[in-house]
């Protein structure tokens, strides 16, 4: 079991629960340590005057807040502590809100509590099922490690989580940091925006966070792996990506709607046609991807009835079908084991055309011997 960074109580209102406060989240960031390039000698970081060139012990630095024109209000480490927040010994619940008025940018880092021994079940128990039936979150302000909080307690999973949050003043302005935003007016046509749902709806997926992983994180310990034992280094730039043309944007769309489709026939036309009132449904449009990754049955014909010709073989279409149903993972791992170049800095529609080709020559080269 993991060792808790905080003990205290929880209270809402008279209520409260002794908690502990857990760590919810790793970094499987791969460490190096830096070394002069042609040693094995460690280079390490010293703190020095920058007037003199000597170096400066620990002890002697102090704090300076430039005023200006090289100018520095100095302060001293017992001065900070004496204003710090110090150790918070308890989580007060001042106030619940509605998640869905909380926008995720305020969210920062997650915590899990939990109750501080078995007979504290009961209550913790009620808060969380209260909390989880309510979709309400408390708020309380938290100090922890000499520094303030802003933090949140909701239930997920039978469970309270804890999130540190952003204050409104660290939030930055969107129209002031970010360029070339839309105006607001629509420039595009509603045939356009009915077949940009329509696709999003088509390649809908269901939240599963163990289908995604680091791939650098991954390239980055083969490299280690391969250097080690003295193999060849391939360096991969990635294909080049090039920006969607806005003259062809309904031809990409509806050739991105066919794709996902699984290559049937006769998509495009689907979302061309379609009366402009109605759109597909996710339901309905998903109807071609079988759950779980396997091939789907619909449509199978009984036995003894003819198969018509185009079906006595795996065709390109069938190919796509099958690999419209994988995951971005998924293909990924097919990818690998084709072992398809510039895999890792491809988006999932890149993966499936690439690898639909690397299997597509396969089966030519088969086919030929």
Do not use: C
């Amino acid at each position: 079991m993991a060792r808790p960074v905080w003990t205290g109580v929880l209270t809402f209102g008279l209520v409260t629960v002794p908690v502990s406060l857990y760590t919810a989240t790793d970094s499987h960031t791969v460490r190096f340590h830096q070394l002069e390039r042609g040693t094995s000698d460690r280079v390490r970081n010293k703190r020095f005057n920058e007037r003199t060139g000597e170096e400066v012990e620990f002890g002697n630095i102090v704090k300076g807040f430039d005023t200006g024109a090289g100018e520095y209000v100095v302060v001293e480490p017992e001065e900070l502590d004496q204003i710090s927040p110090g150790r918070s010994r308890t989580i007060d619940v001042s106030g619940f809100v509605d998640l869905t008025q909380v926008d995720p940018i305020y969210f920062d880092k997650t915590y899990y509590l939990g109750p501080k021994g078995k007979e504290y079940a009961k209550v913790y128990q009620l808060l969380t099922d209260a909390l989880a039936r309510s979709n309400r979150a408390g708020l309380a302000m938290f100090s922890m490690r000499g520094k303030e909080y802003l933090t949140a307690v909701r239930a997920e999973n039978g469970l309270l989580e804890l999130h540190t949050m952003h204050f409104a003043d660290e939030v930055r302005d969107p129209r002031q940091e970010v360029g070339d935003l839309p105006s607001g007016e629509a420039a595009y046509s509603t045939q356009e925006l009915k077949t940009a749902e329509q696709l999003i709806d088509m390649l809908a997926v269901d939240w599963k966070p163990e289908d995604y992983h680091d791939t650098f994180e991954e390239q980055v310990r083969k490299l280690i792996e391969d250097k080690a034992a003295g193999r060849e280094i391939v360096i991969s730039e990635g294909p080049p990506q090039e920006a969607t043309n806005v003259v062809d944007l309904m031809d990409v769309l509806r050739r991105s709607l066919a794709d996902a489709h699984g290559g049937k026939a006769g998509a495009a036309d689907e979302a061309k046609d379609e009366p402009r009132g109605r759109r597909a449904g996710p339901k309905a449009a998903a109807a071609p991807k079988a759950a779980g990754g396997k091939k789907s049955t619909a449509g199978k014909p009984a036995a003894g009835t003819d198969r018509p010709a185009s079906k006595k073989r795996v065709s390109a279409a069938g190919a796509q079908e099958d690999l419209s149903a994988l995951t971005k993972a998924q293909l990924y791992e097919k990818a690998t084991e084709l072992g398809i170049a510039h895999r890792s800095t491809m988006t999932r529609d890149e993966l499936q055309q690439a690898v639909r080709k690397a299997t597509t020559g396969r089966g030519r080269l088969r086919s030929v011997s």
